[in-house]
C-alpha cells in the first residue's frame, strides 16, 4: 500500500538550497496527494470549502506512490513544496522533515478550544506524526500531522465458504483456526491468502504473534539487543510459521505473491481467510461487490499477552512550515477532518475514517474493522525499531521456513547473526 523512498541524502541539499523570493498570502492553497482512489472525493471537497469560504484549494494528484514521493523530494530541493502535503516514509524521515523545517507544529491548533480538534481524532491516527517527549529523534514534542483517514490489519472470513466446510463461526483461537483450515482442505477449499511476497505484511502478521507470545517489553528488549532471537519465545514465533506449512493452511505460492494478487484471491473467492489492512474493503467491493465477508482479529496462540494488530494513520497530511498561509491551510485540514466531511469520504472510498463522530454511518463491514483500533499498535509508535537489515533477516527467514528452506532454529541464528554484526558496528535499534 505504502511505497517508501529513503529521502536522507536529499537534507543536505534541503539545507542548501537557494534562497527563493518568498511567496506572498493568498486565497489560495496548493495541496499534493498520491491517492487515486480519493481524488474525485477531494475535489469535490474543495469545491464545497470555496464556496464556504471563498478559498480555492487547488487538488493536484501525483501517482504511483514512488513518483509522488519523489516529486517531493525534488520540491523539497528547490524549496517549493505546497501548503499542504504527506510524507510517505518512515518516522525518521518525517523527522527529518521535520528539524529541516519543513513541517509545521500542529499541536496549538489541535489544543484549542479544549482540544476539540484533537479530541475527535482517532489517538492512534495522530500518534503517526506525533513525537513524544525525550523521543529518540530529536524532535521537540508535538502533533506534526493531520490524518485523513485511520487503517488496521486484521483477518477476513468467507461466510459462503466456511459454511461449505460446516464451519458455522469464525475461529476464536488459534488451534481452532488449524482445525477449520484442515476442514475446509477437506472440502478442496484454499484456507488461507496474503500477499507474503510484500515482506511489510508477512512483518505484521508476525509480529502480531510476537506481541501475543512474550509482549511488548521483550520485544523491545530483542531489539535493544538485551533479548536474543534464539530465545524459545521467537523460536515459538518462528514455530507458527511451521505449523502453517505444515498443516496445509497456506495458498500455494504464498511467498512470492503481491497483495494485489492476493486480494484478487479472496474477492474471487479462491481461498476463506485472508490477511489484509481495511483499505480492502473499498478493493473487494470494486471486484466482487457481492462478496460475503466478516472481519476477526489473527486468533491468538497464547493467553499470556494480548495479541497486537497494527493500526494507525492510513493516510495524512502535512503543513508546510514556510508557507504564507499555514494559518488557512491548517484551517482546511480542520474542516476536511470534521465529522461532515469525513462521512463523505468514508461513504465514497469505503476507508475508515480519522474522525470518531463519523463512525456512526460508516458500512458493517467498516464498523467491524474500527473496532479492532484499540488494540492496536504501529511500528511508528513504538518507542524504537529494529535495524532494518535484521527485519529483513527475520522477513526472508520466515519465507524460507515456508518453502522448507530454513528450520525456525536455523533462522533464529541466522538473524541473531546479523543482530551481532549490526550492534557491533554501532548500529543500534531506532
Same mark, same amino acid.
Given at each position: 500500500m505504502r511505497k517508501v523512498i529513503t529521502l536522507c541524502s536529499c537534507f543536505m541539499l534541503v539545507l542548501l538550497a537557494g534562497c527563493s523570493q518568498p511567496p506572498k498570502p493568498s486565497n489560495k492553497l496548493h495541496l499534493w496527494h498520491w491517492m487515486t482512489d480519493r481524488n474525485d472525493t477531494f475535489l469535490k471537497l474543495a469545491q464545497e470549502y470555496k464556496q464556504e469560504t471563498g478559498i480555492k484549494v487547488s487538488i493536484q494528484l501525483f501517482a504511483p506512490s514512488d513518483s509522488y514521493s519523489q516529486k517531493v523530494i525534488a520540491a523539497a530541493q528547490a524549496d517549493v513544496l505546497p501548503d499542504i502535503y504527506g510524507i510517505l516514509d518512515k518516522k525518521s524521515i518525517v523527522a527529518d522533515f521535520i528539524k529541516a523545517?519543513?513541517?509545521?507544529?500542529? !499541536?496549538?491548533?489541535?489544543?484549542?478550544?479544549?482540544?476539540?480538534?484533537?479530541?475527535?481524532?482517532?489517538?492512534?491516527?495522530?500518534?503517526?506524526?506525533?513525537?513524544?517527549?525525550?523521543? =529518540?529523534?530529536?524532535?521537540?514534542?508535538?502533533?506534526?500531522?493531520?490524518? =485523513?483517514?485511520?487503517?488496521?490489519? &486484521?483477518?477476513?472470513?468467507?461466510?459462503?465458504?466456511?459454511?461449505?466446510?460446516? *464451519?458455522?463461526?469464525?475461529?476464536?483461537?488459534?488451534?481452532?483456526?488449524?482445525?477449520?483450515? &484442515?476442514?475446509?482442505?477437506?472440502?478442496? *477449499?484454499?484456507?488461507?491468502?496474503?500477499?507474503?511476497?510484500?515482506?511489510?505484511?508477512?512483518?505484521?502478521?508476525?509480529?502480531?504473534?510476537?506481541?501475543? =507470545?512474550?509482549?511488548?517489553? @521483550? *520485544?523491545?528488549?530483542?531489539?535493544?539487543?538485551?533479548? @536474543?532471537?534464539?530465545?524459545?519465545?521467537? *523460536?515459538?514465533?518462528?514455530?507458527?510459521? !511451521?505449523?502453517?506449512?505444515?498443516?496445509?493452511?497456506?495458498?500455494?505460492?504464498?511467498?512470492?505473491?503481491?497483495?494485489?494478487?492476493?486480494? &484478487?484471491?479472496?474477492?474471487?473467492?479462491?481461498?476463506a481467510f485472508a490477511f489484509n489492512g481495511s483499505w480492502c474493503v473499498n478493493v473487494y467491493h470494486n471486484m466482487n461487490p457481492n462478496l460475503d465477508y466478516g472481519v476477526m482479529p489473527p486468533p491468538p496462540i497464547s493467553s499470556a499477552y494480548p495479541l497486537k494488530i497494527w493500526g494507525s494513520a492510513g493516510s495524512s497530511f502535512v503543513v508546510n512550515a514556510g508557507s504564507p498561509n499555514k494559518d488557512k491551510a491548517i484551517a482546511f485540514l480542520k474542516w476536511l477532518t470534521a465529522k461532515k466531511q469525513q462521512v463523505v469520504l468514508a461513504q465514497e472510498t469505503n476507508n475508515l475514517p480519522s474522525n470518531k463522530e463519523a463512525l456512526s454511518v460508516i458500512s458493517p463491514i467498516l464498523e467491524e474493522f474500527a473496532r479492532g483500533m484499540d488494540q492496536s499498535t504501529h511500528p511508528n509508535i513504538w518507542p524504537l525499531n529494529e535495524d532494518p537489515s535484521v527485519s529483513e533477516a527475520f522477513d526472508k527467514g520466515i519465507q524460507d521456513i515456508i518453502i522448507g528452506e530454513k528450520t525456525p532454529l536455523q533462522v533464529a541464528q541466522d538473524v541473531q547473526e546479523v543482530k551481532d554484526r549490526q550492534m557491533a558496528k554501532g548500529n543500534y535499534s531506532r
Open positions: 523545517g519543513l513541517v509545521a507544529d500542529l !499541536t496549538d491548533a489541535m489544543d484549542a478550544d479544549g482540544g476539540s480538534w484533537k479530541n475527535s481524532l482517532f489517538d492512534k491516527g495522530l500518534a503517526d506524526k506525533s513525537f513524544e517527549a525525550g523521543n =529518540i529523534y530529536g524532535v521537540k514534542p508535538g502533533i506534526y500531522g493531520v490524518p =485523513i483517514d485511520v487503517t488496521n490489519e &486484521q483477518m477476513l472470513y468467507n461466510k459462503k465458504l466456511l459454511s461449505k466446510a460446516g *464451519i458455522n463461526a469464525p475461529p476464536k483461537t488459534f488451534d481452532e483456526f488449524i482445525k477449520d483450515a &484442515q476442514a475446509l482442505r477437506r472440502v478442496g *477449499i484454499t484456507p488461507f491468502v496474503s500477499g507474503w511476497g510484500e515482506l511489510w505484511l508477512l512483518d505484521c502478521f508476525a509480529s502480531n504473534y510476537a506481541f501475543n =507470545i512474550m509482549g511488548e517489553e @521483550k *520485544i523491545f528488549a530483542t531489539y535493544r539487543g538485551k533479548v @536474543k532471537y534464539t530465545d524459545p519465545d521467537w *523460536i515459538k514465533v518462528f514455530n507458527i510459521f !511451521t505449523e502453517l506449512r505444515d498443516k496445509g493452511v497456506l495458498i500455494d505460492g504464498i511467498v512470492t505473491k503481491g497483495n494485489k494478487y492476493a486480494e &484478487q484471491d479472496f474477492a474471487l473467492e479462491r481461498a
